[in-house]
């Protein structure tokens, strides 16, 4: 079984920044790819990021330009570096793991519990 546990949220003015971080933990991560998305309340889920055990990224259009995704040297820790953020970016925000990349845009295999991003304007 795979944990994964996210942290870093909070709230943040407009135009603020927030780097998210998420921790696995369970299994060995050699062929896990990993990614963020998020939920707004009274929305469906969106994709945000995801990033290859090899280093290649995805980006959702709306989080291109602002948000950075990366992997701890471990492999098993990834960031979520959030620049230039705006009120449309509140939201809770999952860090999930699968071991088909295409799936992280839609059904991961594992998700965290979320942590909430909180954006005034």
């Known amino acids: 079984q795979v944990q994964l546990v996210e942290s870093g949220g909070g709230l943040v003015q407009a135009g603020g920044s927030l780097r998210l971080s998420c921790a696995a933990s369970?299994?060995?991560?050699?062929?896990?790819?990993m990614g963020w998305i998020r939920q707004a309340p009274g929305t469906e889920r969106e994709f945000v990021a995801a990033?290859?055990?090899?280093?290649?990224?995805d980006y959702a259009d709306s989080a291109k330009g602002r948000f950075t995704i990366s992997r701890g040297n471990a492999k098993n820790t990834v960031y979520l570096q959030m620049n230039s953020l705006k009120p449309e970016d509140t939201a809770v925000y999952y860090c999930?793991?699968?071991?088909?990349?295409?799936?992280?845009?839609?059904?991961?295999?594992?998700w965290g519990q979320g942590t909430q991003v909180t954006v005034s304007s």
């Open positions: 990033i290859t055990w090899s280093g290649n990224t």
């Open positions: 369970g299994r060995t991560f050699i062929s896990y790819h």
């Open positions: 999930a793991a699968d071991t088909k990349f295409a799936e992280l845009r839609t059904t991961p295999d594992y």
